[in-house]
């Protein structure tokens, strides 16, 4: 019987793999790793790629967004990531986040805006216009 | 008589609402079996990155990480409070910001200042008067992970830059559908209680740097913390909602009940009176 080590593959959300696997590839952010059965214990980050592994049923591919891989001589975790991160996407959102509290604070609460009504209104809007320049051409 | 019709409307006004008390309870129960397990399949992330950290804060000796080194003094501590976003929970937020607040006085007696960030309308608008430092609000049902990156990257930022030395999570911990305990959890410095369980120690191999691995999943840790934490409050929202909107109904259904007992009374009268109107006015005329 050929080697094997436990796979698990989670994120955040959900449980996305677990099961025994023969071999496995996974995107290092220094390059692709493959891991095999009794491998010594290692940590990497991983990048946005492919994550290729082998099971008795055959090789399989998933794509992870990033995240972290954790490996055991016998154990295999990847922590994925949902999203692709990048540094300045995080700087945003914090950025985003401090600015809300803000305009909270001041009360004007972006929340309290209905933007379908406004939408419904502008549409009203937009409509009344037209009918207006239509019958305007059929006086004229 | 005027107070039969009255008492009619009210008991249809009050049907109306137990109707809508009812359908609330409905909604809250299918929701909160979807948001337990939203709640379940966040688990093994979670408590597979603790195992990670828990090693690695025992086995690495080359880079100590600010996440796991204990402050000597405390002078600013950050909160992170979440909460529902709607109210009709019970006295779920209640009981929730009251624990922040006798936290919050404790630092202050100590003359400990206090940050904080929050999610959910409902502690923005209790604790926008403490000076809220970011916050997420209308994150709804199924909140990703992306919707939480912002605010808590504002916290673990002032931690990093020294601004705070503390950082503490109060959620509602959900015990069963039945009950929810408001809890208070300190995030940063990693708790070292977290580490007894690990028998065997060993040191990783690391790539690219440790130093790097080790803070991308630091950041990552604590954000599937923060991540856990609103999934189980939506969880708990949900829950005490349905317990909430039963009571309601229930209450609902006893009010007419004691109307209809009121009104049959009150029609009772009326024949009667009617009828002893017409045998005297009948006997009047003999």
Known sequence: MAMTMHLDVVSAEESIFSGVVQELLAPGTMGDLGILPGHSQLISTLKAGELKYKTDDGESLLFVAGGVMEVQPSIVTILADTIVRAEDLDEKAAEEAKKRAEDALQGKDPQDLDYEAIQAELDAAKAQIEMIHRIGRTLR | ?286
């Open chain 2, 1 to 286: 008589m005027a107070g039969l019709k009255e008492i009619r409307s009210q008991i249809g006004s009050i049907q109306n609402t137990k109707k809508i008390t009812k359908a609330m309870e409905m909604v809250a129960a299918s929701k909160m079996r979807k948001a337990r397990e939203r709640m379940d399949a966040s688990r093994p992330y979670a408590e597979k990155m603790r195992q990670v950290v828990s090693h690695m804060a025992l086995g690495q000796l080359e880079y100590q990480h600010t996440f796991v080194k204990e402050r000597e003094t405390v002078k600013r501590v950050g909160y992170i409070i979440i909460s529902s976003d709607r109210g009709l929970c019970g006295g779920l937020n209640t009981n929730l910001f009251k624990k922040a607040f006798q936290d919050i006085a404790e630092w202050k007696d100590k003359d400990v200042e206090v940050d904080i960030a929050v999610f959910g309308s409902k502690a923005l608008s209790v604790f926008r008067r403490f000076g809220v430092v970011a916050e997420s609000t209308g994150l709804g049902d199924k909140p990703t992970t992306n919707d939480l990156l912002g605010t808590t990257k504002v916290m673990l930022d002032a931690y990093e830059e020294g601004r705070i030395d503390r950082l503490f999570l109060v959620e509602n911990e959900f015990v069963n559908s039945m009950t929810q305990t408001p809890r208070v959890t300190q995030m940063i410095p990693i708790v070292a209680a977290d580490m007894d369980e690990i028998k065997y120690q060993w040191d990783y191999l690391y790539e690219p740097e440790s130093k790097e691995v080790v803070d991308a999943l630091m950041t990552r840790y604590i954000e599937s913390l923060v991540y856990q934490g609103v999934v189980e409050n939506i969880a708990c929202e949900m829950s005490a909602r349905m317990i909430a909107m039963k009571s309601a109904s229930d209450n609902a259904g006893d009010m007419i009940d004691k109307l209809k007992l009121v009104y049959n009374k009150a029609r009772q009268a009326s024949i009667t009176q009617e009828i002893s109107e017409i045998v005297s006015g009948a006997a009047a005329v003999e």
